[in-house]
């Protein structure tokens, strides 16, 4: 009879101990649901950060990166608008000299050349003014005024490539003074934390990003006005080299 207690008693004290692990787990989920349903604070500020408020956090060094970026992007614009311009082709110029050329029509020949406002009707312009010269003399007067065209057309690309070679090392100082404030962080806290640090890393990776974004962008504009100035060019040498066979055609 007294065993039969004893068990009786084990029992109810294992279904007591039972009923308790389960109400605390059941507690334990139930906390555990509602921290998952609450969002995080840092992601929430992270998903509300613009881009101007990156950029402040870069530090005074994306002040003069920021300036490289609108110097680049003004004369990349101005310079590839005025060569894409000077790079229309007139078909009819060129037909147009030589049909006056060859029938002895000088003066309407210059008269075309005055009228076309171009490069390359600048260039025989001043081939026509040197008829009656030794070749030489023409093709050295048309050279020339070449190469003041051509300086016309690559003026300021150049600012384009000393940009692409500041504008990274600009951030490279950016990361250098963000490593420097992240050590006096440390140093004022008295510890590494991640609120000490995480100033002087957004200087770092905000600065070294924005140079090397500015620098990336103006060396593909520096190259990409040069290939357009280059194939001007090799336009109009082709056409200065087809004036000065017909002017040096026998019988001129």
């Not at 003066?107 to 390359?120: E, Q």
């Not at 440390?186 to 890393?201: P, R, T």
Request: some cysteine; charged content about 20%.
């Amino acid at each position: 009879m007294g065993g039969c207690i004893v068990k009786v008693k084990n029992n109810i004290k294992l279904l007591i101990i039972m009923s308790l692990v389960q109400d605390t787990a059941r507690a334990a989920v139930d906390t555990f649901n509602q921290a998952a349903q609450q969002p995080l604070p840092a992601a929430a500020n992270t998903e509300n950060m613009s881009l101007i408020d990156m950029m402040i956090k870069g530090g005074w060094i994306m002040v003069p990166i920021l300036l490289l970026f609108f110097i680049g992007l003004v004369i990349f614009f101005e310079r590839y608008l005025t060569i894409r311009k000077a790079a229309k082709y007139d078909n009819s110029l060129m037909s147009q000299v030589k049909a006056n050329v060859l029938s002895g029509n000088l003066d309407s020949a210059l008269a075309v050349c005055r009228s076309s406002n171009s490069a390359l009707g600048r260039m025989l312009q001043k081939g026509l003014l040197r008829v009656g010269r030794p070749i030489k003399d023409i093709e050295g007067a048309i050279e020339n005024v070449g190469k003041l065209e051509v300086a016309k057309l690559e003026k300021n690309i150049n600012i384009l490539g000393i940009i692409a070679g500041i504008a990274p090392m600009l951030g490279f100082v950016g990361t250098i003074f963000g490593v420097i404030k992240i050590f006096h962080d440390v140093e004022l806290a008295g510890g590494i934390d991640i609120a000490s640090v995480s100033g002087g890393l957004y200087v770092k990776m905000v600065s070294s990003a924005s140079g090397l974004a500015v620098g990336i962008l103006a060396y593909l504009g520096y190259h990409i006005l040069n290939m357009m100035v280059e194939r001007l060019i090799l336009r109009m040498e082709t056409d200065a080299v087809e004036f000065i066979d017909l002017l040096d055609e026998p019988g001129r």
